[in-house]
């Protein structure tokens, strides 16, 4: 028995480990303790993990194959692969130039044409290659890109966009209820809206002076400094509002913000406007101590200005300048002085008090009211600017406008001194691309109000680089519903966005909300917003009150040399 071999301390044991198997697919049936809480990234082979380095690859090849290295998945944060262009690190060894190989097609054409004289450069001409480069008396230069901003440092993709800022932070406690894309707004539409039906009038008009329809750039006229008050009241600070609210109507708002719904298809700047609702009924208004009343310049322009705020040419800089010649040429063009010489209605201005002797501009306001269907009217204040008198002794009441001119070089337009008195039309339709938005609101605007004529005067700086001088080089006038069309102005659009705004709030509860629209993106968020928002406690009534954005356009007519 002492011969016989014991296999057992000879040979290690072996024991059979334990195979599980997964029924329902492949990989191990449960998680072993080590790799508990470790996030998980699903992954398919077909997948692209990324590139270290590709030399055939360029920037314009990837915007067709934009999801190349995204997951099979959907979208993994954790593990997501982003592909980013990071050239800073790489350096080029080889810095000689590669002497192409002279282009033999057409030499002989080339030599023909300069011969006979029939060339572009016989006579010392100039003669583009097409290479960035300009003959110019047997000299090579470098031709100025007409496109402005693009050059090697982008190629020809242009530079990038710059990113604006929101009119009004949103913040944690706000809760975004819909989201209204501007392709859905295009297409709605409310048609059969009759004129609007007036319920009071308030204020005093001054007579329009038929000598500015004769300015034209040779007879130019500067533009004065006008000291007047111009009231920019909000609706719910409206006395003449709060009393109609309580008999007529179930929507309030001004023409200002009705304008800014009606037209918000066409405005690439951000706005916000309040909406309160109490019951049935619905008041829009603009936020205290805000820039709403600010005209935009070149806002649609294809080269915003993108200066920043220390240059005179910054957005927010020509909003200011654009407001305060607006303000003073709609008053300029007045007959002033003259107290018998106005047009009164029926009540007084409703923002200054009889004790109060200050000087007010020339507006007259009408409160008037739509039926929009489905127990819906609306209730707006509506503004006109002057009074005309025809012949007959009837009265044709103005909307009064301002274009300026700032710089025609770096705003890629029209030189007004050249072609305002014999093209007219192209310096509109530059307007009309640049500013968009702005004419649509003004139209709008002289729409609901229901004035005869819509007056356009065309202000230009002294100098380019001085805002304080200005000169009017002219005038032009329209009929609202007819310069509608010209501008592809829809109205029945118009009351459509503001109809699907207004059956968006009344589904809601009872509270605050705030449409927005997106800094960067078509599109129009409503929120619900807690009830104290925007809410300060050193505000009073608000009568008379005119926002952040004109104590900045005072700001600016006190700092200016002359008008």
Request: net charge neutral; proline share 5%.
């Given at each position: 028995?002492?011969?016989?071999?014991?296999?057992?301390?000879?040979?290690?044991?072996?024991?059979?480990?334990?195979?599980?198997?997964?029924?329902?697919?492949?990989?191990?049936?449960?998680?072993?303790?080590?790799?508990?809480?470790?996030?998980?990234?699903?992954?398919?082979?077909?997948?692209?993990?990324?590139?270290?380095?590709?030399?055939?690859?360029?920037?314009?090849?990837?915007?067709?194959?934009?999801?190349?290295?995204?997951?099979?998945?959907?979208?993994?944060?954790?593990?997501?692969?982003?592909?980013?262009?990071?050239?800073?690190?790489?350096?080029?060894?080889?810095?000689?130039?590669?002497?192409?190989?002279?282009?033999?097609?057409?030499?002989?054409?080339?030599?023909?044409?300069?011969?006979?004289?029939?060339?572009?450069?016989?006579?010392?001409?100039?003669?583009?290659?097409?290479?960035?480069?300009?003959?110019?008396?047997?000299?090579?230069?470098?031709?100025?890109?007409?496109?402005?901003?693009?050059?090697?440092?982008?190629?020809?993709?242009?530079?990038?966009?710059?990113?604006?800022?929101?009119?009004?932070?949103?913040?944690?406690?706000?809760?975004?209820?819909?989201?209204?894309?501007?392709?859905?707004?295009?297409?709605?539409?409310?048609?059969?809206?009759?004129?609007?039906?007036?319920?009071?009038?308030?204020?005093?008009?001054?007579?329009?002076?038929?000598?500015?329809?004769?300015?034209?750039?040779?007879?130019?006229?500067?533009?004065?400094?006008?000291?007047?008050?111009?009231?920019?009241?909000?609706?719910?600070?409206?006395?003449?509002?709060?009393?109609?609210?309580?008999?007529?109507?179930?929507?309030?708002?001004?023409?200002?913000?009705?304008?800014?719904?009606?037209?918000?298809?066409?405005?690439?700047?951000?706005?916000?406007?309040?909406?309160?609702?109490?019951?049935?009924?619905?008041?829009?208004?603009?936020?205290?101590?805000?820039?709403?009343?600010?005209?935009?310049?070149?806002?649609?322009?294809?080269?915003?200005?993108?200066?920043?705020?220390?240059?005179?040419?910054?957005?927010?800089?020509?909003?200011?300048?654009?407001?305060?010649?607006?303000?003073?040429?709609?008053?300029?063009?007045?007959?002033?002085?003259?107290?018998?010489?106005?047009?009164?209605?029926?009540?007084?201005?409703?923002?200054?008090?009889?004790?109060?002797?200050?000087?007010?501009?020339?507006?007259?306001?009408?409160?008037?009211?739509?039926?929009?269907?489905?127990?819906?009217?609306?209730?707006?204040?509506?503004?006109?600017?002057?009074?005309?008198?025809?012949?007959?002794?009837?009265?044709?009441?103005?909307?009064?406008?301002?274009?300026?001119?700032?710089?025609?070089?770096?705003?890629?337009?029209?030189?007004?001194?050249?072609?305002?008195?014999?093209?007219?039309?192209?310096?509109?339709?530059?307007?009309?691309?640049?500013?968009?938005?702005?004419?649509?609101?003004?139209?709008?605007?002289?729409?609901?109000?229901?004035?005869?004529?819509?007056?356009?005067?065309?202000?230009?700086?002294?100098?380019?680089?001085?805002?304080?001088?200005?000169?009017?080089?002219?005038?032009?006038?329209?009929?609202?519903?007819?310069?509608?069309?010209?501008?592809?102005?829809?109205?029945d659009n118009a009351w459509g966005i503001l109809r699907c705004i207004i059956d968006l709030v009344m589904k809601q509860k009872d509270g605050k909300y705030l449409i927005m629209k997106d800094p960067n993106k078509p599109i129009i968020r409503l929120y619900d917003i807690p009830d104290n928002t925007f809410d300060s406690d050193d505000s009073d009534d608000g009568e008379g009150d005119d926002g952040e954005g004109f104590q900045q356009v005072y700001n600016y007519a006190n700092n200016s040399n002359k008008i």
């Open positions: 028995m002492s011969e016989t071999i014991n296999t057992a301390a000879q040979f290690p044991s072996f024991e059979k480990p334990t195979v599980q198997f997964n029924e329902k697919g492949w990989g191990p049936c449960e998680l072993p303790d080590t790799f508990k809480d470790v996030p998980y990234q699903p992954f398919s082979k077909n997948d692209r993990l990324g590139k270290i380095c590709d030399w055939t690859s360029t920037s314009n090849n990837d915007k067709k194959y934009q999801n190349k290295y995204a997951s099979t998945f959907g979208t993994g944060n954790q593990y997501a692969y982003y592909h980013e262009e990071d050239e800073t690190t790489f350096h080029l060894v080889d810095t000689a130039r590669v002497q192409k190989p002279p282009h033999q097609r057409g030499r002989f054409r080339n030599m023909r044409n300069s011969r006979s004289g029939r060339g572009r450069n016989a006579r010392g001409g100039l003669n583009t290659h097409g290479h960035g480069m300009t003959t110019l008396n047997s000299k090579n230069v470098k031709a100025r890109d007409p496109r402005r901003g693009v050059g090697k440092r982008f190629g020809n993709r242009g530079p990038p966009p710059k990113m604006r800022e929101s009119s009004v932070a949103v913040r944690a406690d706000w809760a975004s209820i819909e989201e209204m894309d501007f392709p859905r707004l295009i297409k709605l539409s409310l048609p059969n809206i009759k004129e609007g039906e007036d319920i009071t009038t308030c204020g005093t008009l001054e007579y329009y002076d038929k000598t500015y329809d004769r300015i034209n750039v040779k007879n130019e006229k500067p533009l004065q400094k006008i000291d007047r008050i111009v009231h920019t009241v909000t609706t719910t600070d409206d006395p003449v509002i709060r009393r109609l609210s309580k008999t007529i109507g179930n929507v309030f708002a001004t023409d200002a913000i009705l304008a800014t719904i009606m037209c918000s298809t066409r405005s690439n700047y951000s706005w916000d406007i309040v909406i309160e609702k109490v019951g049935e009924k619905i008041f829009m208004d603009k936020r205290d101590h805000t820039e709403f009343d600010l005209l935009t310049v070149n806002e649609t322009s294809v080269e915003p200005p993108t200066d920043d705020d220390s240059s005179c040419n910054s957005p927010r800089n020509l909003a200011i300048e654009a407001t305060f010649i607006n303000h003073n040429f709609s008053q300029q063009v007045l007959k002033t002085g003259d107290q018998e010489a106005k047009y009164k209605f029926e009540e007084t201005n409703p923002f200054i008090s009889e004790d109060e002797d200050i000087q007010v501009a020339s507006v007259g306001y009408r409160y008037k009211k739509w039926e929009l269907g489905s127990d819906i009217v609306l209730v707006a204040r509506c503004e006109h600017d002057g009074v005309l008198q025809t012949p007959s002794g009837e009265p044709q009441f103005l909307s009064i406008k301002a274009l300026n001119e700032w710089d025609s070089k770096l705003a890629n337009g029209v030189e007004w001194r050249q072609k305002l008195d014999t093209q007219r039309g192209a310096v509109l339709a530059n307007e009309l691309r640049n500013n968009a938005c702005k004419l649509a609101k003004w139209t709008v605007q002289a729409v609901l109000a229901g004035s005869d004529q819509l007056k356009l005067g065309y202000v230009s700086r002294i100098n380019p680089r001085d805002h304080s001088r200005h000169v009017i080089l002219g005038t032009q006038q329209f009929k609202p519903h007819e310069f509608a069309t010209q501008i592809n102005l829809s109205m």
